[in-house]
C-alpha cells in the first residue's frame, strides 16, 4: 500500500495527447411516475439534464482530475453538439484547439434516459446513439494526422482509445508510432479487441472478453489469463507490456521481459456501473507508465482508481485525494 500512495504524485505533471473517437455523452433524467397508456413503458417527468465528455474524451478528463494535462485528437462535426462537446471539455481544463472539423459527419452523441424510481441512483431505461460509420475521408484523416505530427513533440505521452468509430485506422494508428517512436514518446492504447492495429506499442490494455474473443479459446483463472497476457505480448510485440483487465477478479500484467503477475482487485461495495471503468483504468495506467511505475504498479493504481468509477452512474474521474482514500480504505481480494 504505501508503494503505492508515493505514486499517487507522480500521476501529476505530465502532458498527453490523447487520440480516439470522441464523444458526448448525455443523461436525460426523470421521474417514474406511471406506465404509459400508449405501450408498455414508464412515463418520465424530466428533471434535469447532464452532459459529460465520452468515449476517447473520457481518458483525457481522467488525465486532468489527475493533476496532468491533455490534449485532444478527435473528429467532430460542425454542428451544436460539437459547440457543447468543446465547451465541456474546456470547462474540465482540457485543451480542445486540436479537435478536427468534419463538417460532412455529425458529433457523436449517445443520449441515455434514466428513470428516477427512489435507488439511489437512477436506472438506465434507453440509450439512443447519433453517429456515423462512414470512413473518414482521406482529407480528414491527413488533418488529424497533421495535427498529431504538430503536437507529439511537446508530450511525454500518447494515448489511444479506439472506439471504433472511424479514426484509429490502421494506417493512421501505424503513423502515429512511428511519429511516438521519433519523439520518444510513451505509446499506449485501449484497443477495445483490434488488438493488431497496436503491435509495437510499449502499452496496451484489453479486457477480458476482448482477450478471449482474440485469443479464440476459453480464459477461466489467473494461470490462463497470465499465459494470454504472455501471448498477446510476444504476438503484439509490445516493448513493455500488456495488461488484461478482469472487472472484480483485477488485472493480469505480462511484460515483455517474460514476468507476470496478478494485481487483486479492492473490495469495492455499492457497485452502480460500469460505464466509463476502462477509460479511467488506461489513463492511470498512462500516467503511471509515463512516471516510470513497474507496470504491475500501474494496473494497482488502475485497479483501485476503476473502482472509485463504478460506484457511480456513468463516467468518472476520480481526483488524487480520492484515489489516495481508495487505496487507504480498501482491502484487495
Known sequence: MTELLEWIPRLAGQRVLVVGDVFLDEYLIGRATRLSREAPVPVLEFETRQLIPGGAANPAVNIVALDSSAVQVGVIGADAAATTLRQVLQARGIDTRHLVVDPGRPTTVKTRILAQMGLRFPQQVARLDVLSREPLSAQIEQQARDVISRQISAVGAVLLSDYHVGLLRSELVASIRELALAAGALLTADAQGELDKYAGFALVKCNADEARSYLRRDLRGDDDFADAAQTLCRTLKLTGGMIITRGADGATV?????????????????????????????????????????????????????????????????????LRWAVETWRPR
Not at 272 to 282: K, L, Q
Not at 285 to 291: E, F, K, N, Q, Y
Open 254 to 322: 505480462a511484460t515483455a521481459a517474460g514476468q507476470t503477475a496478478h494485481c487483486p482487485a479492492p473490495v469495492v461495495t455499492d457497485v452502480f456501473d460500469v460505464v466509463g471503468a476502462g477509460d479511467t483504468a488506461i489513463a492511470v495506467m498512462t500516467l503511471a507508465a509515463a512516471a516510470g511505475a513497474p507496470y504491475v504498479t500501474a494496473a494497482a493504481l488502475a485497479n483501485y482508481a476503476s473502482g472509485l468509477v463504478v460506484r457511480r452512474v456513468g463516467n468518472y474521474a476520480p481526483t488524487p485525494a480520492e
